[in-house]
């Protein structure tokens, strides 16, 4: 729908010098270059270039632009169930997608007519385990982990499956749909192969198949530590696509590390930085400031994309052009609505629904002044089902 936006390498060569413009043609033009995603070193000429990966590449971010797309969610289950209490505990509400993803548990909650409680980890294990702690405690419906590792909270979740409280993940392994070990009922999410793919397809088709990458992951989150290494993997199928670095910062330390780190990396990299991966949006608006101080364009190079959440702020850094260019984000709004769902089919003892929402792509061209991805049809949906 938006295929066009797929050109920008012109815009990546304008902002080179003229014989670092003079190779990214030559590349273009005889193939790409294989480069190493282990750290910088010299690339040796790849005879075949990258033209299929290229090609591929071209066409899944035209199909993940689209919007508007008819619902495909479930259209049956059971109707609502009444006087349930819910539970959130949120890894820290300072993660967008986890706030975002609560927001949306909250709204679906009073329209269904139940009673919901967020509580806050914070962001680092002890008071995630806390706040986990606290919900079992509070003997309620059900609980969501709300973007952490269960097993980080091992003793807690085997409390809750003892009382036969029906626990729901967030983004809390690595994969949709119910879980055995942790026992969960389903886990809401994105698959994180289609989010990985498409985040290090957008810039395999925005640079022409060369570019030069810096990759920024949480590795203390498995499901961000995974997404980040199936990005790398995907990266790496374009041979004029090199990893330069990959930045392991824990979300929650992410303003305090940020501005140094991304001042580090332009002095280390320099002009061959032209791209940056992060497995959250967040990264960006903490290295805004930096990039800024540096000198370095709001419109880019680097060109930035955020392989997950899609948050208000990232939205706005796309429509306004500063220091940030593409997102894929999360249905967070949808996603919550779909855990209310799935609990409503716990409660009447029916199996969790298997939906998982399509990946999309918000970038310049397909914004249009939204500031969240919230694709049509799932409140109406989820509403007939429940007879609400």
Known sequence: MHGNRKAAAPGVLKARSAATALLAAAA????????????????????????????????????????????????TGPAATSGKTIVYVAQTMTNPGVAGAAEGVREAARVI??????????????????????AVALRPSGIVIGGFDPNSTSRQVARANSARIPLIGWHAVASPGPSERPRLFTNVTTRVEDVAAISAQW????????????????????????KS??????????????????ENIPIPDASSRIPREIASLLARFQDRWTHSVAINDLYFADAAPAFRAAGT?????????????????????????????????????LQGWQIVDEFNRAFSDRPASGYVAPVHLTTADNVNGATTWDPPGYREGYRKIWGK
């Open 203 to 226: 810039i395999i088709s925005h640079s022409g198949g060369r570019a030069g990458v810096v990759l920024i992951t949480d590795a203390s989150i498995p499901f961000a530590r995974d």
């Open 297 to 333: 364009p709001g419109s880019g190079p680097p060109f930035n994309i955020g392989a997950g959440d899609g948050s208000p702020a990232a939205f706005q850094r796309i429509d306004s052009g500063q220091y940030q260019a593409a997102t894929v984000p999360e249905p967070l709004s």
């Open 28 to 75: 273009l033009l005889t193939g790409c270059e294989r480069g190493s995603s282990d750290g910088p070193g010299d690339s040796t000429p790849a005879p075949n270039g990258c033209p299929a990966a290229y090609a591929r590449a071209r066409t899944a971010v035209g199909q993940a632009e689209q919007t508007g797309l008819a619902w495909t969610g479930p259209t």
């Open 113 to 134: 007519g139940w009673n919901v409680r967020v509580i806050d980890g914070g962001g680092t294990p002890a008071g995630i385990q806390a706040a986990m702690s606290e």
């Open 229 to 246: 290494e199936l990005i790398r993997k995907e990266l790496a199928t374009c041979s004029g696509v090199r990893l330069l670095a990959q």
